[in-house]
């Protein structure tokens, strides 16, 4: 079975004592001056029990990003793969991790479809997906969590984990105050206290009510916040520039690649492949 070392843009961050600490840890107790950086994961390609996985109603691709974990610099316990490490990693590390388990699996041509903005034609595209490109933090270590001192307190904002998605997509749907609950989705600690949740939507409520009484209420300013935190996102940039097939058209529009379950399925063809981040 084939297997491959990835570099992962943020890594993980652990101590002597074998504990790693989640964005949720850092916010609250900093940066520990022994703290070391893994950045290298090995990855196999992915066989019978993961097709299974997305070929289900589920279709679980962090289930299948985990799976196929094959070791975390030098832990190979796969319990604590399960358990610890996969659950630590930033959405920006998954998100390559899953482009790369792909590739490995799958090859770098990558068959979808995607519809014309100005006049809704389909066009089926190919694409390379070696050309895909990540982007990577200045300071993996300290460039993952952010401090701002607002008017009535500090607030610490960190990058996104992929259990996030959940909430990035109940923000999109919803379509509300969307600036106010992207920030609250990233924020992890307010005036000393974590922000907590029973579920990630009562978080993200709950932030944004510690948003406005720290006084961070003028539009101008979550605006600038957003900014900040949109530097530090990193991973594989999924955008590209394509040519409408149609021929009375013709036109060069933006769009994203693609990534729904049938990504990681040989005979599956994508969704139409206009999403767009709520970042």
């Not at 491959?4 to 900093?30: H, I, M």
Request: one cysteine or more; aromatic letters at 6%.
């Amino acid at each position: 079975m084939k297997t491959k070392k990835v570099s992962l843009p943020w890594g993980l961050v652990r101590t002597p004592d074998n504990v790693f600490w989640t964005q949720e840890k850092l916010a609250r107790e900093g940066i520990p001056h022994d703290a070391e950086l893994i950045q290298e994961v090995e990855l196999r390609e992915m066989a019978e029990d993961e097709e299974r996985i997305m070929g289900s109603e589920d279709a679980d691709m962090d289930r299948v990003i985990t799976n196929c974990i094959v070791a975390v610099g030098p832990i190979v316990d796969r319990q604590s793969i399960d358990n610890v490490v996969a659950p630590a990693l930033l959405k920006g590390d998954s998100d390559w991790l899953l482009m790369e388990l792909r590739r490995l699996s799958l090859g770098n041509t990558y068959d979808f479809s995607v519809f014309c903005p100005v006049c809704n034609t389909q066009n089926d595209l190919t694409y390379d997906l070696s050309r895909v490109e990540v982007k990577k933090p200045a300071d993996p270590l300290r460039d993952r969590v952010f401090t701002y001192d607002a008017p009535n307190g500090t607030l610490v904002f960190g990058q996104l984990v992929r259990k996030h998605q959940e909430g990035l997509a109940w923000i999109k749907q919803e379509g509300k105050d969307v600036l106010g609950r992207i920030l609250a989705l990233h924020l992890l600690v307010s005036g000393g206290q974590p922000v907590e949740g029973e579920t990630i939507q009562a978080r993200i409520i709950k932030g944004v009510g510690l948003l406005r009484e720290a006084g961070v209420v003028a539009l101008s300013k979550r605006e600038w916040l957003r900014k900040e935190l949109f530097k530090g996102v990193c991973g594989p940039d999924l955008g590209t520039i394509s040519t409408c097939r149609n021929l009375d058209c013709r036109a060069h529009f933006k769009h994203r690649i693609p990534v729904d379950p049938g990504f990681l399925l040989p005979s599956a063809k994508a969704e139409e492949g206009t999403w767009e981040d709520v970042l």
